[in-house]
């Protein structure tokens, strides 16, 4: 029996039973028996009637004269546990709820400095300032040869080569469909494809490569996720930035969103200048 009482007694889930029965216990005993002269809780008019429009907004329909005094009922209860639990410190060193207050104050200072109407020339300077986010997918169009790595070993870099010739050939007339290795997943050409599309089938490192091949004769190899390519390109239709009044209703609203951020920030700053912060010395010698 002694043996099982110690190993009960080294138990955490023990250990925090007792604790917190030490806390409410304490919390009973020593506080005056008139905790809070005077406290009192008002359910006003007008919460009562915000009570009223949240529970039509969410059952279409005004609530009967029970549920209506539930509703003041669990507001109070809630009201109670919230000062017991403040006046026991229970909200200090949480995490929910320091992340909770810390977006009512965003919130607040969000509705409390709210973004004026941009002019013109500042959505025309955030559009050139921002150009690449709106510019227009460039598109190509080109027709590939395909090496599979795995098949071929180490003859891959010299057949790339050999068949780079003979497509090179006017006099050839090969058709390069015939050339390479078949690949189920990768059609041999590609009409008007989007570049930001080539780079989830083929990844970055190939379309970066494919765009900057000049047209109309045949190039490689370009190494993809699948192995090595020879392509020709046939047509370019390179992306272009949109004219203001095309884009304006997504350029504002990403100014609007660039505006509340540097505002947030603004604000945080101002408040950091009224504290002292000391941090701590992870990392440093």
Known sequence: MSSKLK???????LHFIVLGALIFVGYEFLRPGDDHPGAEIVVSDARGASMVQTFIRTWQRPPTESELNRLIDDYIKTEIFVREALALGLDRDDLIIRRRLRQKMEFFFDE???????????????LTQHADQYRTDTLVTFTHVYLDPQRRGAATKADAQRFL???????????PSTLGDPIMILRPRWEGA?????????????????????PGQWVGPLASAYGEHLVKIDAFEWGVVPKL???????????RVRARLARQEAT??????????????????
Do not use: C, H, M
């Open 165 to 175: 010739k003979e497509l090179a050939n006017p006099d050839s007339n090969v058709d």
């Open 268 to 285: 945080y700053q101002r408040l950091l200048k009224k504290y002292r912060v000391e941090r701590p010395q992870i990392g440093k010698p």
């Open 7 to 13: 190993a009960a007694l080294k138990e955490p889930l």
């Open 245 to 255: 009044e095309r884009v304006r209703s997504q350029v504002e609203s990403d100014w």
């Open 194 to 214: 989007a570049q930001s599309e080539l780079v989830g089938v083929f990844g970055t490192t190939f379309t970066n490569a494919l765009v900057q091949q000049p």
């Open 112 to 126: 409390s400095a709210r973004v004026s109407d941009p002019t013109e020339q500042e959505l025309s300077a955030f």
